[in-house]
Nanobody, 122 residues
Framework: VQLQASGGGLVQAGGSLRLSCAAS????????LGWFRQAPGKEREFVAA????????YFGDSVKGRFTISRDNAKNTGYLRMNSLNPEDTAVYYC????????????????WGQGTQVTVSS
């Protein structure tokens, strides 16, 4: 399956963005979807994940209460809604898909998108 992340950009602190992850070439509904981010000089960090049917959701501690994750299997697209953004959220955000595995671990994902840059100014 191929993944295309989009929706990144420059936003002021306190603002919001919605990232999209469009999937093609596979049965999107069979995959759990995850979002990860990586800032310069830092390790890749788990942000959020959603199960294949959308019933189970997981969030990293740093984004709990601010970010939400959703998916529309009919549109083969997943979403990450980011609210109350702060400069520490600045990173390249990646979406990834897995058939099975630990949803919070990057090693468990089979397919990755190319990333979209999110920059939050103070």
């Amino acid at each position: 399956v191929q993944l295309q992340a989009s929706g990144g950009g420059l936003v002021q602190a306190g603002g919001s963005l919605r990232l999209s992850c469009a999937a093609s070439g596979g049965l999107f509904r069979n995959y759990a979807l995850g979002w990860f981010r990586q800032a310069p000089g830092k390790e890749r960090e788990f942000v959020a994940a959603i199960s294949d049917n959308g019933y189970r959701k997981y969030f990293g501690d740093s984004v709990k209460g601010r970010f939400t994750i959703s998916r529309d299997n009919a549109k083969n697209t997943g979403y990450l809604r980011m609210n109350s953004l702060n400069p520490e959220d600045t990173a390249v955000y990646y979406c990834a898909a897995q058939v099975r595995g630990t949803p919070t671990g990057a090693d468990g994902y089979d397919y990755w998108g190319q990333g979209t840059q999110v920059t939050v100014s103070s």
